[in-house]
């Protein structure tokens, strides 16, 4: 989703569909390159990669939203608007109806209204 229309004014910039990944003293523009450096004993670096092909376009990972500290003399931030858009099926692990759901992100929990006092 592009939530930039809902924030006006807010300094940010498009989200990118590439970049370089530093390891080691040394920038990697795929996974193929840490891979050819670190030969006998390649660390598990491969998911901090954009997908290859046409798998990055699928994302429209432009509709994320980078906010740089020194845009708007703000902290930095990554945002992405994800809309949902069907249930999860059981077998996935979704919560059964009216069941309260607690997000648990970086240590600290974010409990949902009907939780919170």
Do not use: Y
Request: with cysteine; aromatic share 6%; charged share 20%.
């Amino acid at each position: 989703v592009d939530a930039r229309d809902a924030l006006p004014g807010l300094a940010c910039r498009p989200g990118v569909s590439g970049w370089k990944v530093w390891h080691r003293g040394q920038w990697h523009g795929d996974w193929a390159s840490v891979q050819d450096r670190f030969r006998r004993k390649c660390p598990n670096l491969e998911s901090l990669f954009p997908p290859g092909g046409d798998g990055v376009a699928d994302l429209h990972l432009d509709r994320c939203l980078r906010l740089m500290p020194h845009d708007a003399n703000q902290g930095g931030f990554f945002v992405a608007v994800i809309e949902k858009t069907a249930p999860h099926p059981e077998q996935a692990g979704a919560l059964p109806a009216g069941a309260a759901e607690v997000c648990v992100t970086e240590g600290a929990a974010v409990l949902p209204a009907s939780l919170s006092t």
